[in-house]
């Protein structure tokens, strides 16, 4: 049962990050301005990438699963 539900969340993230991946919200953010002095685009594109990491890194951590068995 923990295995499906683990699935259900990792195709949904798939799905979430080619929705915030796409053309038109990448559109939405290719602004000629500077943030930090970083071009917005890639903020925003690597900003999605850590969070997709960290988020990836919650969904699949094995040690939450044994320390709420013992």
């Given at each position: 049962m923990?295995?499906?539900i683990?699935q259900?969340?990792?195709?949904f993230?798939?799905?979430l990050?080619?929705l915030?991946l ?8 290719n602004?000629?301005a500077l ?5 917005a ?5 690597f900003?999605?990438w850590?969070?997709?990491i960290?988020?990836?890194y ?7 699963k ?5």
């Amino acid at each position: 049962m923990q295995n499906k539900i683990r699935q259900q969340k990792l195709v949904f993230l798939g799905i979430l990050l080619l929705l915030l991946l796409s053309y038109p919200f990448i559109t939405i953010v290719n602004k000629v301005a500077l943030v930090a002095g970083f071009p917005a685009l890639y903020l925003y594109i690597f900003s999605i990438w850590i969070i997709a990491i960290f988020v990836l890194y919650l969904v699949t951590d094995k040690r939450k699963k044994r320390s709420a068995d013992e």
